[in-house]
């Protein structure tokens, strides 16, 4: 082979070899910083990973906050109006944060199945929703159609 041809083969392979080793940190760090989002539902299922930064999103179960005397500790439910999740937060809540409201909450679930949350979203007007969370209750709201038309089918059948 040709000394020319040799050096230039070289740095073809150096280039080669350092474009593949730069996309592959690329494509780990990228994969550390996404945040799939999850619905009561999925995470009720066991289909979100545990110790994985994810967020949640529905609506705050009615009468499920808690807040600790002692601390910035509060304890509340998502739903989705076909499941819920416990939610564990430590810090000031958002302004708009209230039952019957829509939230994201950013953190990881646990192995007991507590969502413990390190930011929570609220919010903020009344015609605004996340667009997940809109797409979650949706869904579990037409899961919800879907078995009360089963029910009264199956009773007008009685009948």
């Known amino acids: 082979m040709h000394p020319i041809r040799k050096k230039r083969l070289t740095i073809v392979l150096f280039l ?4 593949a080793i730069a996309v592959g940190l690329i494509t780990y760090a990228l994969r550390q910083n996404i945040n799939l989002f999850y619905d009561p539902t999925e995470i009720a299922a066991g289909n979100a990973p545990v110790d994985t ?18 601390s910035l ?8 109006f ?4 416990p939610v564990q937060y430590e810090g000031i809540l958002p302004d708009l944060f209230a039952e019957g ?10 192995e007991q199945g507590l969502f413990v949350a390190d930011q929570v979203l609220a919010k903020h007007d009344e015609n605004y ?12 709201s037409k899961g919800q159609h879907k078995a009360v038309n089963a029910e009264k089918a199956a009773e007008s059948a009685t009948y």
């Open 129 to 140: 929703m996340p667009p997940e969370v809109a797409e979650a209750l949706e869904r579990s």
């Open 16 to 19: 080669v070899v350092g474009i």
């Open 82 to 85: 076909a499941a819920s999740v």
């Open 101 to 110: 409201q829509g939230v994201v909450a950013m953190g990881r679930l646990n």
């Open 53 to 70: 930064r994810i967020r949640a999103g529905g609506m705050v179960e009615a009468g499920s906050v808690v807040r600790d005397t002692e």
């Open 73 to 80: 500790i509060v304890n509340f439910r998502v739903t989705d």
